[in-house]
């Protein structure tokens, strides 16, 4: 009994008052307007509690007030609850966000037009927060509009102070069109930012062009760009500087980072990536969304390094976090699913285990489906993974009726995919040629071999092009076509070559332990056993047992993705690995 009542703690004066509040709604009512006036961070908990004791239908009558809203913007430490508790009220009323964004459409407006200018400055202080919210939490068409009344109510005063406004708004403008796949107009703000920072440059203006150089590297790496991108990102690099927020230098590095990836500058992007991760862990903590953001591209490096299992595990760490800050049909959490999905799916490619990367994907489509336009790319991205999956899963299924009807739904898939990215990148693009390479995968499945063959020259023609003829991409394809020409169509001449092509490839980026060489490998045993090469059977045989030997000693060391130390400060890094070879 002694044991029992000593654990028992009472609750805080303070939590105490905050229950008896919120727990009915005559008790709330009656002490609302006195709420009004008290400390904004005692105004969240009020409405924090709101949300545990499960008076959300009150909650959201506060939330959709943009005056009240505006004030609970302004509790930073609180953040994350904030998420969670607007996902909620999303997720059962998607109407707040419109409420939210039309209050605030009228009250810039009004303010531009007629207003004194302390209510606009005001009013903008308001626009920057929300947009800033809405942007963070992936309501970025929502951001968008927010950033455009921002930005069309400083454009028509040419002083310097709206000059710094308007090129804030650019950025942050650029940054929500980037990311909701907006490419047209980003790139028209891009030019619009640019054009800013001239005017500002005439007047004797100095001008830190760190995050704008590097969503210039967002946009282009997202076109395919990747020389351009590369380039971008050493301009971003040069902008760094102890004055940068040091939320601005891990968005720098991560979008630096993926920039070196696609250019097989694997020690560059390794260099940064780390230091990105380092400091979003070190500055935010390990439950912040812009820890999850640095280890999903954390993730996006180790899959390109053919470090699998590490991948996976990061990128499961990263989806847990976006769960706990946002949950529900958050864009957030459906690109962790996809990202995780996909490696996982690569991961357990040799074994036929798909059930978790399916899981993953349809669930990333799923969310996605709920918030998202049906032609929107990003969801063209979730149904191309899902699409890969499903292909496996009939390959493995025995049962021809299931298999016919999942290569048909993968189909649709694949289809959707590549009409969605000709739509927005055009024919001559990397994106596009993945999606012809992955339809030249299918349609072996479905046995359909000319059509399979064209899609894989069309592929590997782009690629080559565009990435030169060395490049991973071109390897991947490569091997693709190697494989159909080897197991279906009996050009083994053909399909040695290319099997040796992409071998070499794939040794000189990656190793002799790399993962992609064992479909190399056991594509050549076979096209010796079948033209009865015996000695080069068992030339391929003894190699295939040297490759797995490393494969296990490569994946032994991939235990601890995160057990790292930087050592090393920004500076000294960009100067050791970037400066010199600019």
Same mark, same amino acid.
């Given at each position: 009994m002694?044991?029992?009542?000593?654990?028992?703690?009472?609750?805080?004066?303070?939590?105490?008052?905050?229950?008896?509040?919120?727990?009915?709604?005559?008790?709330?009512?009656?002490?609302?307007?006195?709420?009004?006036?008290?400390?904004?961070?005692?105004?969240?908990?009020?409405?924090?509690?709101?949300?545990?004791?499960?008076?959300?239908?009150?909650?959201?009558?506060?939330?959709?007030?943009?005056?009240?809203?505006?004030?609970?913007?302004?509790?930073?430490?609180?953040?994350a609850?904030?998420?969670?508790?607007?996902?909620?009220l999303?997720?059962?009323?998607?109407?707040?966000?419109?409420?939210?964004?039309?209050?605030?459409?009228?009250?810039?407006?009004?303010?531009?037009?007629?207003?004194?200018?302390?209510?606009?400055?005001?009013?903008?202080?308001?626009?920057?927060a929300?947009? @800033?919210?809405?942007?963070e939490?992936?309501w970025?068409?929502?951001?968008?509009?927010?950033?455009?009344e921002?930005?069309?109510?400083?454009?028509?005063?040419s002083?310097e102070?709206?000059?710094?406004?308007?090129?804030e708004?650019?950025?942050?403008?650029?940054?929500?069109?980037?990311a909701?796949?907006?490419?047209?107009?980003?790139?028209k703000?891009?030019?619009?930012?640019?054009?800013?920072?001239?005017?500002?440059?005439?007047?004797?203006?100095?001008?830190?062009c760190?995050i704008?150089?590097?969503?210039?590297?967002?946009?282009?790496?997202?076109q395919s760009?990747?020389?351009?991108?590369?380039?971008?990102?050493?301009?971003?690099?040069?902008?760094?500087?102890?004055?940068?927020?040091?939320?601005?230098?891990?968005?720098?590095?991560?979008?630096?980072?993926?920039?070196?990836?696609?250019?097989?500058?694997?020690?560059?992007?390794?260099?940064?990536?780390?230091?990105?991760?380092?400091q979003?862990?070190e500055q935010?903590?390990?439950?912040?969304?812009?820890y999850?953001?640095?280890?999903?591209?954390?993730?996006?490096?180790?899959?390109?390094?053919?470090?699998i299992?590490?991948?996976v595990?990061?990128?499961?760490?990263?989806?847990?976090?976006?769960?706990?800050?946002?949950?529900?049909?958050?864009?957030?959490?459906?690109?962790?699913?996809?990202?995780?999905?996909?490696?996982?799916?690569?991961?357990?490619y040799?074994?036929?285990?798909?059930?978790?990367?399916?899981?993953?994907?349809?669930?990333?489509?799923?969310?996605?489906?709920?918030?998202?336009?049906?032609?929107?790319?990003?969801?063209?991205?979730?149904?191309?993974?899902?699409?890969l999956?499903?292909e496996e899963?009939?390959?493995?299924?025995?049962?021809?009726?299931?298999?016919?009807?999942?290569?048909?739904?993968?189909?649709?898939?694949?289809?959707f995919?590549?009409?969605?990215?000709?739509?927005?990148f055009?024919?001559?693009?990397?994106?596009?040629?993945?999606?012809?390479?992955?339809?030249?995968r299918?349609y072996?499945?479905?046995?359909?071999?000319?059509?399979?063959?064209?899609?894989?020259?069309?592929?590997?023609?782009?690629?080559?092009?565009?990435?030169?003829?060395?490049?991973?991409?071109v390897?991947?394809?490569?091997?693709h076509?190697?494989?159909?020409?080897?197991?279906?169509?009996?050009?083994?001449?053909?399909?040695?070559?290319?099997?040796?092509? @992409?071998?070499?490839?794939?040794?000189?980026?990656?190793?002799?332990?790399?993962?992609?060489l064992?479909?190399?490998?056991?594509?050549?045993l076979?096209?010796?056993?079948?033209?009865g090469?015996?000695?080069?059977?068992?030339?391929?045989s003894?190699?295939?047992?040297?490759?797995?030997?490393?494969?296990?000693?490569?994946?032994?060391?991939?235990?601890?993705?995160?057990?790292?130390?930087?050592?090393?400060?920004?500076?000294?890094?960009?100067?050791?690995?970037?400066m010199?070879?600019?």
């Amino acid at each position: 009994m002694e044991a029992e009542r000593l654990k028992w703690v009472p609750d805080s004066l303070y939590n105490s008052a905050v229950a008896v509040i919120v727990a009915s709604q005559r008790t709330y009512s009656r002490y609302k307007k006195d709420i009004n006036t008290l400390p904004e961070d005692v105004q969240f908990d009020l409405y924090h509690g709101l949300f545990t004791h499960n008076k959300q239908s009150q909650l959201y009558m506060e939330f959709s007030q943009l005056k009240v809203f505006s004030r609970i913007l302004r509790v930073n430490n609180k953040r994350a609850k904030l998420h969670y508790m607007f996902q909620y009220l999303m997720d059962h009323n998607k109407e707040l966000i419109e409420t939210l964004t039309e209050q605030f459409q009228v009250q810039i407006r009004q303010c531009a037009e007629g207003g004194e200018q302390a209510d606009l400055v005001k009013c903008l202080h308001t626009g920057h927060a929300l947009g @800033s919210f809405f942007s963070e939490a992936g309501w970025f068409q929502n951001s968008e509009m927010v950033y455009s009344e921002c930005l069309a109510a400083v454009e028509k005063d040419s002083s310097e102070a709206s000059l710094f406004r308007a090129l804030e708004y650019c950025v942050r403008l650029f940054h929500v069109q980037n990311a909701n796949c907006r490419y047209k107009w980003a790139t028209k703000t891009c030019e619009k930012a640019f054009g800013v920072v001239k005017r500002l440059s005439e007047q004797g203006f100095t001008v830190n062009c760190a995050i704008l150089y590097a969503e210039q590297c967002a946009l282009l790496f997202a076109q395919s760009l990747y020389d351009d991108a590369f380039k971008a990102c050493f301009d971003a690099l040069r902008e760094l500087n102890s004055s940068v927020s040091v939320r601005t230098v891990v968005d720098v590095l991560r979008q630096c980072a993926k920039a070196c990836v696609v250019k097989r500058e694997f020690k560059k992007a390794e260099v940064l990536i780390k230091l990105a991760v380092h400091q979003a862990r070190e500055q935010f903590g390990i439950e912040h969304p812009k820890y999850a953001d640095a280890l999903l591209d954390y993730g996006f490096f180790l899959l390109n390094v053919d470090a699998i299992s590490s991948a996976v595990t990061v990128y499961q760490l990263a989806l847990s976090i976006r769960m706990k800050v946002f949950g529900g049909n958050n864009l957030h959490v459906a690109i962790a699913h996809e990202d995780l999905a996909y490696a996982t799916y690569v991961f357990e490619y040799s074994t036929g285990k798909f059930k978790d990367a399916r899981d993953h994907a349809q669930k990333a489509i799923e969310i996605l489906c709920h918030i998202l336009p049906a032609d929107h790319l990003l969801l063209s991205s979730s149904k191309r993974v899902k699409a890969l999956i499903l292909e496996e899963i009939a390959i493995d299924s025995h049962d021809k009726e299931l298999e016919d009807k999942l290569l048909g739904e993968a189909q649709e898939l694949h289809l959707f995919s590549l009409s969605t990215a000709q739509k927005a990148f055009g024919e001559s693009n990397v994106q596009t040629a993945k999606h012809y390479g992955n339809l030249g995968r299918l349609y072996q499945s479905m046995h359909r071999f000319k059509e399979a063959e064209e899609m894989h020259l069309k592929a590997i023609e782009i690629k080559e092009r565009l990435l030169g003829q060395d490049d991973y991409e071109v390897s991947l394809s490569v091997g693709h076509l190697a494989s159909l020409y080897n197991y279906d169509m009996g050009k083994y001449e053909e399909a040695e070559r290319l099997y040796m092509r @992409s071998i070499n490839i794939g040794k000189n980026l990656f190793g002799e332990a790399y993962s992609g060489l064992e479909y190399d490998y056991r594509g050549l045993l076979r096209l010796y056993q079948s033209t009865g090469n015996h000695d080069l059977a068992v030339h391929y045989s003894n190699v295939m047992i040297d490759w797995s030997n490393l494969r296990a000693q490569n994946d032994a060391t991939q235990a601890k993705p995160l057990d790292f130390d930087v050592n090393d400060c920004l500076e000294n890094i960009i100067s050791k690995h970037f400066m010199s070879s600019s």
